[in-house]
């Protein structure tokens, strides 16, 4: 099979038919997907019936596969896919039935957020369930000088805990053993993409945003407008599931969220750090 590219959106993503993700890529293909990876920051591989195995070394062209959060919907033999479903068996959900529903970078929280994040449909949902992406780096780029100048030495310090109430109002605060755990951590507004350098708006997140050496109510309003700005059509694309869809996104060119959706759905995804 020949593989065949196709842009999805003037800042976000290409589509890739063509290939068979259970076998291994030649060394031009792999190339030439990473590369995209990085310069678009989502890549759409249709027509999957990718096998968990094969999920996980399609990952690890991108780096090193794990699932580094709610361990207890790890995929049976299989520890580095978390599995994404509203399905139960014997009364008992097989996966996680619900994803940030606002703008986000995965692991955003942790000092060294992941590289990729990649995600195989395996069921369909009837309705709904649409992934919705966009370029941080496009949106820099054509941010307004005024703004920018503000923005490029800014940090803000990222509370998991704080955070709970905004992106998860149905599981309630965090437990004692989460605040515990989850320490704050402290990023740059403009982060840098760790391979090409490229800068980008780390703003995903509907949080109570902590900027340093800003009042509370300044802070609030430049980042309500820089992730309003963000979004703007221009930068951002709406990804329609079909099935057997295999799509991976660089967590330091697009933020995304997902969508509310009715029906089954399954879904395996890993993470490349």
Not at 48 to 68: E, H, M, N, V, W
Not at 261 to 267: T, V
Request: with cysteine; proline share 5%; hydrophobic share 40%.
């Amino acid at each position: 099979m020949s593989m065949k590219l196709r842009k999805v959106s003037p800042n976000v993503g290409v589509e890739v038919t063509g290939v068979d993700l259970n076998e291994s890529l030649s060394e031009i293909d792999y190339v030439r997907l990473v590369s995209i990876l990085e310069n678009t920051g989502l890549l759409i591989v249709r027509n999957q019936d990718i096998s968990p195995r094969s999920l996980i070394d399609f990952t690890r062209y991108f780096g090193k596969a794990c699932a580094y959060t709610r361990s207890k919907f790890e995929l049976e033999d299989y520890p580095e896919i978390l599995v994404l479903s509203n399905i139960k068996k014997d009364g008992k959900g097989i996966g996680s039935p619900v994803s940030g529903r606002a703008w986000h970078i995965d692991g955003h929280y942790l000092d060294e957020f992941p590289r990729a994040t990649i995600l195989a449909m395996k069921i369909l949902q009837k309705e709904g369930g649409n992934t919705h992406f966009a370029n941080i780096q496009a949106a820099w780029s054509s941010l307004p000088e005024e703004v920018a100048n503000r923005v490029k030495t800014l940090k803000a310090t990222i509370s998991r805990v704080k955070s709970r109430e905004y992106n998860y109002p149905e599981r309630g605060p965090a437990t004692p053993e989460e605040v515990e755990e989850w320490e704050d951590v402290i990023h740059p507004v403009l982060i840098r993409h760790p391979v090409t350098g490229r800068a980008g708006l780390g703003v995903g997140g509907n949080v109570p945003w902590d900027i340093h050496g800003i009042d509370d109510v300044s802070a609030l309003s430049l980042m309500t407008f820089l992730q309003e700005w963000t979004i703007r059509p221009e930068f951002t694309y709406e990804h329609v599931w079909r099935e057997g869809d295999v799509i991976a996104w660089d967590n330091w060119t697009v933020m995304h969220k997902a969508s509310p959706y009715s029906g089954e759905r399954l879904l395996f995804r890993t993470t490349a750090f």
